[in-house]
């Protein structure tokens, strides 16, 4: 993200602005114990909403003024036990000012990150013949996922440190306040935002993180995308073990297997581990059997025998 530098090299955050990264999965209310704590000893508050619209920011404004019409409004329509519900019960009546970053609705960045994302999915990224997978892969990460999330990103350094500083500006209580505590909430992959705030700020030992579980243990998917940001060597392996990804939460999803996960972020966890000691040939084999399987013109299974091992060792 050196061209953000050079565009932006004018951005500065308030030198009295202390900005906390909590990195989530942000998938179930138990992925964030710490958000409730968190969210009240902030004086600013910045969650990841992707496609946020101006009702998104007003309900934000008025639950954490306390008003419980909007609050149980808004949980109505949220699948009980949601990170996005559990944010907005968290920040209830704690009167934290909030500010938006993310990507707004209506700017073509949204669609470019769901569109990525949908080229993901296993009837998209599947050929007969196993190279030809993995350069379809490839394309897709090269072309679509690597770019809109690095789009994505710079959109949320620019608009993150715009928007603390003219909250700042315009609030009374914080512009005199020595010491402003902004917490942004984001999912665990999008570390690069948090050090590209800490070059801004004139006290980068003010931009500190938190991670809601150690080690952080990224899927296969999000490994690729993160070497194609950091400038690291993306390689057919690791497009490879996110096709095998693919394909094991495909597996779980058909099976009736009782897995216990603890949060939505332990799945993943667990299936890149277990599909991260898979070999290139290994994978290969997977792709063979899932060409043999859709020859027969039947639903899906995926009861090979590479798969089968991997889901017998998650139960």
Known sequence: MHNLEMANSALVLPEQASIHFYFTPHGLAEDAPRMPELIRKADIFAPEVLNWSPEHAFAYEKISKGDRKVLESWRAVLPEGSFSAFQLKSLYNTWVPVVMFDIEEGNPIVDAVHTSLDDLSLSEIYRPDFEDTIHAMREKFVDGLGPSAQQREEHMVVKLSERVTELIEKHPKLRHKDDVSVLV???????????????????????????????????????????????????????????????????????????????????????????????????????????????????????????????????
Not at 210 to 235: H, S, V, W
Not at 288 to 307: G, K, S
């Open 185 to 315: 909430t984001l999912g665990a992959e999008h570390t690069n935002v948090y050090h590209q705030i800490r070059r801004l700020h004139q006290n980068p030992q003010n931009v500190t993180r938190e991670f809601d579980k150690l080690p952080i243990i990224y899927p296969n998917f999000i490994n690729c995308m993160r070497a194609l940001q950091f400038g690291k060597l993306l390689t057919d392996t690791m497009i490879a073990r996110s096709f095998a990804d693919n394909i094991v939460h495909a597996a779980i999803n058909i099976r009736d297997h009782s897995l216990e996960f603890s949060n939505s972020g332990d799945r993943g966890q667990r299936v890149a581990v277990a599909v991260g000691h898979l070999s290139l040939n290994e994978i290969r084999l997977i792709h063979a059997d899932l060409v043999r399987e859709l020859a027969l013109d039947q639903d899906l299974t995926l009861e090979y025998p590479v798969i089968s091992r991997i889901i017998d060792e998650l139960v």
